[in-house]
């Protein structure tokens, strides 16, 4: 059996459960992922997303069950790594461990940036915040957004409120909607507006 394979996902499937410890650690290649992480009340919150690149589950690794539970919010793809079989080989070795500090930390400090969102005062400044991180995650200021339920299950709003928000982002410049899905940022419109400020008015 391979140790490597990549593989489809689907919308919707649960690709780490919190609590469980995987055999495999996965790589996003495409799409995005939402992370949920349950209290002790045991309801799942969302708590950040992730893009390409970003590795899931790692704390196989270590021997260490998930902290997280991670659904894909898109169809795309993972590369799944076994990691029993990667250990067996040899694999895990000192550069490879190296490199997986390297992706913890990049988790920490992307959900450090979520943790950061949410504290922004009033929903636009928190919706720019967001879309800003969603270009960063996606590597493109034409944004891919989430449905506006998973936009409001992550800022804790209502579907109604993401849809004015967006609306009044496209009014003050600060997107430019291609359809439903899309968007083109306007990073320093965007920026003013999480930092509680007026955009700057558009050149004439």
């Known amino acids: 059996m391979p140790i490597v394979i990549e593989r489809p996902v689907r919308k919707g499937e649960l690709l ?8 495999t ?9 939402m992370l949920l992480r349950s209290g002790e009340d045991g309801v799942e919150r969302p708590v950040g997303m992730f893009g390409a690149g970003q ?6 690794l270590v021997e260490w ?3 997280v539970s991670c659904r894909a919010l898109a169809a795309g793809r993972v590369c799944e790594v076994q990691t029993a ?6 694999l895990l070795d000192a550069e490879f461990l190296t490199g997986l500090a390297q992706s913890c930390a990049q988790t920490n400090a992307c959900l450090a940036d979520w943790a950061r969102i949410v504290r922004i005062r009033g929903v636009a400044g928190q919706l720019a915040a967001t879309l800003l991180q969603l270009a960063s995650v996606q590597r493109s200021t ?3 957004l989430p449905s506006h339920t998973v936009l409001a299950s992550l800022l804790s709003t209502t579907r109604e409120t993401i849809a004015r928000t967006l609306r009044q982002l496209a ?3 600060g997107v430019v909607r291609h359809d439903r899905w899309h968007c083109e940022i306007r990073r320093e419109a965007l ?3 999480a930092s509680g400020r007026e955009p700057a008015p558009l050149a004439a």
């Open 85 to 90: 079989a990667a250990s067996r080989l040899g």
């Open 171 to 173: 009014l003050s410049h």
């Open 142 to 144: 034409l944004v891919r």
């Open 16 to 23: 780490l459960q919190q609590g469980q410890l995987a055999p």
């Open 55 to 60: 590795a899931i589950g790692s704390t196989a």
């Open 65 to 67: 069950p998930a902290t």
């Open 191 to 193: 920026l003013a507006l």
């Open 25 to 33: 650690f996965k790589i996003v290649k495409t799409g995005s992922v």
